[in-house]
């Protein structure tokens, strides 16, 4: 029999926040841990051992990696964990028999950001290392699909990295993305901002955190800063311009003043609702793909 689908629509509204900081809406309290009627369990956390040894294996496993880190003086430090969890919750919202959401790991590589107050940085070494030990305790557990979802931007090859080592060790599926690589379409039809205004803490996630937790930004302290130069051809920091062809991260404090790098002064909680409704569907996209993958054997060619 097939399974019954989830169609795509949009994202209904805030996720429910992982940290100690309540920024839920209280009129719409999150499901209790106790018996859950008819809902399917769709945090990894909230799973008993009998419900983890019963599950099925080929549900997509999320891990959200991202960072605590400046984001200007409009917007809190958690705006990456919170914009990764607000896509992965979403999907698993729409999709709930495709998916697991793993707790989050907070904290990512950016040392280049340490200069400004806050900032907690992870070598990268010491990144691939846990990320690669959590997949291999999923891997143990009999999980053969996981899907490694990216909230900051440094963090991309990291994770790049760390799903190649999960395929070698571990013989599963293991999947990296950025989720802003998802929807560069959507982003360019609903941004107001040129190209440069989409970088770090500018309409992108400033829009997106007003959507989700409005007390949480203010854009009377918020600064356009930005830095892309229209006349190279090869650099570009922009999360939806197509991506630069070449790499160059400098020391943070060199090319912003309150590590805004784009136009946060534009940012609406309207855009930003776009913006996670078109990125927590891309992400159910995904899912569905990875979970109809073929698991292939390794074969020996000498």
Not at 104 to 112: R, S
Request: with cysteine; glycine share 8%; proline share 6%.
């Amino acid at each position: 029999m097939g399974r019954r689908r989830h169609s795509l629509i949009p994202f209904p509204g805030p996720a429910r926040n992982i940290f100690a900081r309540d920024f839920s809406d209280s009129s719409n309290p999150p499901v209790s841990r106790g018996h859950q009627d008819d809902a399917m369990k769709t945090h990894y956390g909230q799973l008993t051992i009998d419900e983890v040894r019963d599950a099925d294996k080929d549900r997509v496993v999320i891990l959200s990696v991202s960072a605590t880190e400046d984001h200007g003086s409009h917007m809190p430090l958690d705006t990456d964990t919170v914009l990764g969890m607000a896509v992965a919750e979403g999907a698993a919202k729409l999709a709930p028999e495709d998916i697991l959401v793993m707790p989050p790991i907070p904290y990512g590589f950016n040392e280049h950001h340490k200069d400004f107050p806050g900032v907690i940085w992870i070598e990268p070494e010491t990144l691939i290392s846990f990320i690669t030990d959590v997949t291999k305790s999923l891997a143990h557990h009999g999980f053969r699909r996981i899907l490694l979802l990216n909230s900051h931007g440094s963090n991309h090859p990291v994770l790049d990295l760390a799903a190649r080592k999960t395929v070698i060790q571990s013989e599963v599926l293991c999947v990296s993305c950025s989720y802003w690589n998802l929807i560069s379409k959507e982003i360019n039809e609903i941004r107001s901002s040129p190209l440069g205004g989409i970088a770090h803490a500018g309409e992108f996630e400033a829009s997106i955190y007003m959507h989700l937790h409005p007390d949480l930004v203010d854009l009377s302290t918020a600064k356009s800063q930005i830095a892309h130069n229209p006349g190279s051809k090869f650099f570009n920091l922009d999360l939806a311009g197509g991506g630069g062809k070449a790499m160059l991260m400098r020391w943070w404090s060199s090319v912003s003043e309150d590590g805004t790098m784009g136009d946060p002064t534009v940012a609406t909680a309207e855009k930003g609702k776009l913006f996670l409704d078109a990125a927590v569907n891309a992400t159910v996209e995904l899912v569905r793909e990875i979970r109809a993958l073929p698991l292939l054997p390794r074969v020996d060619r000498h």
